[in-house]
C-alpha cells in the first residue's frame, strides 16, 4: 500500500532536491470529497519535501569553465550541474540547519546526482513515463502558490538565470523518480500480522505519543549576538507568543514574524511527523498542551521558537486528530485557466470575508463538486484522507478561517475547517497505524538497497578535472 505524501529520504541534504507531495502521486480522480482512496483510515505521514517554489528565489549564478565530473550510461554530469544543485541546498537551507563541509557536500551532490541518473534510466527501461499534461499541471500548481501567472513566473526565472525549458524537464524527471521509487521501494517493504501483534505488544513507540503536527515561528538570534540583542529578540518573541496565545491569527503572525522561510508557506506547520524526527525542546514544549494551544516561547541555536500544537497521533491515548470542513471546487477546465479560476476564487472569497454572502451560499452556486448541494460540507475526515495539497491547506487554518485558493489535481479549491476533535481509534484503525509506522522505518533501508542494486548494474565512469 503506497502513501501518497510518502518521500523516500535519500539523506537530509537531498530533501530539497525532491518534488513537493503535492505534486506527487498517480491517484485517478475521484468524484466526491476528494479522498484518496488509497490512503489508510489513519496513517502516520511522513513530512513532505521542501516544495519546489523555492527555486524561483534562487538567483542567477555565474558559472564557471564546464567539464563532465562523472558519465552514467551515457548521460554526462557536470561540474555545473554539481555546483548548482549545491547552491540550491544552500539557499534553501531551514534556517539553523548545518550544512556538512564544502568538500563533503560537493561529494554527497554527486553521489546523489548519479544515482538519479541511474534510477531515471531504469524507469525509462521499464516503461514509466510522464505526460505533458502532469507537468502542465504541476508548473501550473507552482505559479499558483507563488501568486503568479505562468508567464509572470516564466519571467522571474528568467531574471534568476534559470532556463524555462531544463527546470520544466528536471520536474519531469523527478515526478518520475518519485513514481518509480513509490512503486519499486514499497513493494520490497513486507509487514505481517506479528510483525504488528509484536510492535503493539513491546515496542515504545506503541505506548506513546508517535506524531505530531507542529507550526512554529522562529524570531532568529544572530551568530555572535550581543546580550542586548538576544534580550531584544525575547522581549519580540514573548510579545508574539502573547498575541497567537490570545487568539490572533497564527498563519498571519508566521507570514509577518517568522524568519524560517522553509515553513512560511505552510503557515509555520511541518506537517505530521514522528516524535522522534521532531527536536527534543520542541516535543517538550508542547506535551502537555491541547490541540490548538501555544507552548510558552523555547529557545534553541537558532533563535526563538513561538510553538502550536495542529495535530496529534496517540498510541498510548489510541486517538488521532478529526478535521471537518467545507469547500468551492472549480474542476479543471480547458475552456478556463488555472490562473483564471484561482482570481474568481479570489474574488468569492473577498465576498465572503467581507460578509455579503455565506460560504455555504457560494459553495452552492459555484462548486462543481457533488457536495455543493449540502454547502461544500465534506464531513469529518482522518488524516490522509484528502490528496496531499489539500490536506496541507487544511491542516494549517484555524476553525473557521478560509484558505486562498488551492490548486490540486482537480482544480481550483476555497477550503474553510469548520472544526477539529480528537477521536479514539478503532483496533482495526490501530493495526494501521502500527503498521504505517514500521513501514516508515523500514522505507529507508529497503531505499538505499535498492539504489544501491541498481547502482551496481549501471555504468558509471568518474572523471578528474582538467
Given at each position: 500500500m503506497t502513501h501518497p505524501s510518502r518521500k523516500p529520504r535519500l539523506r537530509p541534504l537531498v530533501l530539497g532536491l525532491c518534488v513537493s507531495s503535492l505534486l506527487l502521486g498517480s491517484l485517478t480522480p475521484v468524484q466526491a470529497q476528494l479522498r484518496n482512496p488509497d490512503a489508510p483510515s489513519v496513517a502516520p505521514r511522513i513530512p513532505g519535501a521542501r516544495q519546489l517554489s523555492t527555486d524561483l528565489l534562487l538567483a542567477g549564478k555565474p558559472s564557471t569553465a564546464d567539464y563532465i565530473v562523472a558519465v552514467v550510461d551515457q548521460e554526462p554530469i557536470?561540474?555545473?550541474?554539481?555546483?548548482?544543485?549545491?547552491?540550491?541546498?544552500?539557499?534553501?537551507?531551514?534556517?539553523?540547519?548545518?550544512?556538512?563541509p564544502p568538500d563533503e557536500l560537493r561529494r554527497q551532490v554527486l553521489d546523489a546526482l548519479i544515482d538519479e541518473k541511474v534510477q531515471v534510466s531504469h524507469a525509462r527501461n521499464v516503461g514509466l513515463s510522464v505526460a505533458d499534461a502532469e507537468v502542465d499541471a504541476a508548473i501550473e500548481n507552482i505559479a499558483a502558490q507563488n501568486k503568479l501567472t505562468l508567464r509572470e513566473m516564466q519571467r522571474?526565472?528568467?531574471?534568476?538565470?534559470?532556463?524555462?525549458?531544463?527546470?520544466?524537464?528536471s520536474l519531469r524527471e523527478q515526478i518520475l523518480l518519485q513514481r518509480l521509487r513509490d512503486r519499486e521501494v514499497n513493494a520490497r517493504i513486507q509487514i505481517s500480522d506479528s510483525d504488528i501483534d509484536a510492535f503493539l505488544a513491546t515496542d515504545p513507540a506503541a505506548q506513546a505519543e508517535t506524531g505530531l503536527n507542529l507550526a512554529h515561528i522562529l524570531i532568529p538570534v544572530p551568530e555572535q549576538a550581543t546580550p542586548a540583542q538576544i534580550e531584544a529578540q525575547q522581549a519580540k518573541a514573548r510579545q508574539v507568543?502573547?498575541?497567537?496565545?490570545?487568539?490572533?491569527?497564527?498563519?498571519?503572525?508566521?507570514?509577518?514574524?517568522?524568519?524560517?522561510?522553509?515553513t512560511k508557506e505552510q503557515g509555520g506547520a511541518f506537517?505530521?511527523?514522528?516524535?522522534?524526527?521532531?527536536?527534543?525542546?520542541?516535543?517538550?514544549?508542547?506535551?502537555?498542551?491541547?490541540?490548538?494551544?501555544?507552548?510558552?516561547?523555547?529557545r534553541s541555536n537558532a533563535g526563538f521558537h513561538i510553538i502550536k500544537l495542529i495535530e496529534r497521533e496517540n498510541s498510548a491515548e489510541a486517538s488521532y486528530t478529526q478535521q471537518r470542513s467545507r469547500h468551492i471546487l472549480l474542476r479543471a477546465n480547458p475552456k478556463e485557466s488555472t490562473q483564471e479560476q484561482v482570481a474568481r476564487l479570489a474574488a468569492i472569497r473577498k465576498d465572503i470575508v467581507g460578509g455579503s454572502a455565506s460560504f455555504a451560499q457560494m459553495a452552492r452556486q459555484y462548486s462543481q463538486d457533488g457536495s455543493a448541494p449540502n454547502g461544500g460540507e465534506l464531513g469529518w475526515a482522518s488524516p490522509?484522507?484528502?490528496?496531499?495539497?489539500?490536506?496541507?491547506?487544511?491542516?494549517?487554518?484555524?476553525?473557521?478561517?478560509?484558505?486562498?485558493?488551492?490548486?490540486?489535481?482537480?482544480?481550483?479549491?476555497?477550503?474553510?475547517?469548520?472544526?477539529?476533535?480528537?477521536?479514539?481509534?478503532?483496533?482495526?484503525?490501530?493495526?494501521?497505524?502500527?503498521?504505517?509506522?514500521?513501514?516508515?522505518?523500514?522505507?529507508?533501508?529497503?531505499?538505499?538497497?535498492?539504489a544501491r542494486e541498481l547502482r551496481a548494474a549501471a555504468w558509471v565512469e568518474m572523471r578528474d578535472a582538467p
Open positions: 557536470t561540474h555545473v550541474d554539481v555546483d548548482k544543485r549545491v547552491a540550491r541546498i544552500q539557499e534553501t537551507a531551514p534556517a539553523g540547519s548545518r550544512l556538512p522571474r526565472m528568467e531574471a534568476d538565470g534559470l532556463d524555462y525549458a531544463r527546470y520544466r524537464a507568543q502573547e498575541q497567537a496565545r490570545s487568539g490572533a491569527n497564527f498563519n498571519q503572525l508566521v507570514r509577518t514574524h517568522s524568519a524560517d522561510t522553509y506537517g505530521m511527523m514522528p516524535v522522534s524526527r521532531l527536536p527534543d525542546i520542541f516535543v517538550a514544549a508542547v506535551r502537555n498542551l491541547k490541540v490548538g494551544e501555544v507552548a510558552p516561547v523555547v490522509g484522507q484528502f490528496v496531499p495539497e489539500f490536506e496541507r491547506a487544511l491542516t494549517s487554518l484555524q476553525a473557521g478561517e478560509i484558505s486562498q485558493p488551492v490548486v490540486s489535481r482537480f482544480g481550483v479549491h476555497l477550503i474553510q475547517l469548520i472544526e477539529r476533535r480528537e477521536v479514539k481509534l478503532t483496533e482495526e484503525q490501530k493495526r494501521e497505524a502500527a503498521r504505517s509506522v514500521l513501514r516508515e522505518r523500514r522505507f529507508e533501508s529497503a531505499y538505499e538497497d535498492w
